[in-house]
């Protein structure tokens, strides 16, 4: 059975989240191949996804730092952890 | 007292680091700040636990992880934040018999510039708020926090096919808008 680029759009999006069945697989290949319009949307969800994991790079490498406030705060509740210990 | 002063240093070695992932995750300054205190906390409390196997820098983000997921599931729990399912756009963007509405058009942007451009990151903001919450909620855990689907599925309370449908649907229409306000768009 042929499917639609709805089904096979679905299916796009899933292989990034499980692997496809080699039927899937199969499907998918054959249908971007005559489908333009599916091929473009396979490269624009690929795009996405390059973008969110450099924006999770740039996030986690970048120079934000704790506010002096919140050091403070969260110093005094680790002390106050220790000394009950002791 | 040495014990304090290891705690200090825990915080003054991997605090900042600490806080830029977990803000990088839920995007809020006062809860990212919330989560390093917690894990931290917990982190000294179960000191004992730190084997060595992994750096502390390690261990502590995986505590860290371990709350934001935490909070994440009870956030979920506790505003019954819907499955959303009903929430389907797919008779927007296909027709009946499953042909393509809204055109996508390739994109052929530099996905490491785009990431640098502020104007693009607004746009993407406004995008990602525009989708239901749920569908946003696993969205962002899946590809900004890279979880695993396993975690997400706890996390958010769905199945393995919900999440594959809900991400589906936050791709669809994150494209879509993506599309008209950044990528392509005037000429629609
Ligand atoms: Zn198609």
């Given amino acids: 059975m042929k499917k639609g680029c709805d089904k096979i759009s679905h299916l796009v999006s899933d292989a990034f989240d499980r692997k496809l069945s080699w039927l899937e697989r199969i499907e998918v290949k054959i249908h971007l191949s005559m489908c333009s319009l599916c091929r473009s949307y396979a490269n624009n969800i690929g795009v996405m996804h390059d973008i969110f994991s450099y924006i999770r790079h740039s996030d986690e490498s970048g120079s934000t730092r704790l506010s002096q406030a919140s050091k403070h705060k969260i110093k005094q509740i680790l002390k106050e952890e220790c000394d009950d210990k002791s | ?188």
């Fill in chain 2, 1 to 188: 007292m040495t014990e304090a002063m290891n705690a200090d240093a825990w915080l003054n070695e991997h605090g900042d680091y600490l806080y830029r992932f977990a803000l990088s995750k839920v995007h809020d300054d006062e809860l990212a700040a919330d989560m390093v205190q917690e894990a931290l906390l917990a982190a000294w409390r179960g000191k004992s636990r730190f084997k060595g196997d992994s750096t502390l820098r390690t261990w502590l983000v995986s505590i860290l992880k371990h709350k934001i997921i935490d909070h994440i599931r009870k956030d979920i729990r506790q505003r019954k934040i819907s499955d959303a399912l009903e929430n389907d756009p797919s008779s927007h963007f296909f027709s009946e018999s499953g042909e393509w509405q809204t055109n996508p058009r390739t994109w052929h942007d530099n996905p490491e510039q785009c990431c640098d451009d502020l104007k693009f990151r607004l746009v993407l903001k406004e995008c990602l708020t525009r989708l239901p919450e749920k569908q946003r909620r696993v969205f962002e855990l899946r590809e900004l926090a890279d979880e695993d689907t396993d975690t997400i599925c706890k996390a958010c309370d769905v199945t393995s096919t919900n999440l594959h449908v809900l991400m589906y649907r936050a791709r669809l229409s994150l494209q879509a808008c993506l599309q008209k306000h950044w990528f392509g768009g005037a000429s629609t």
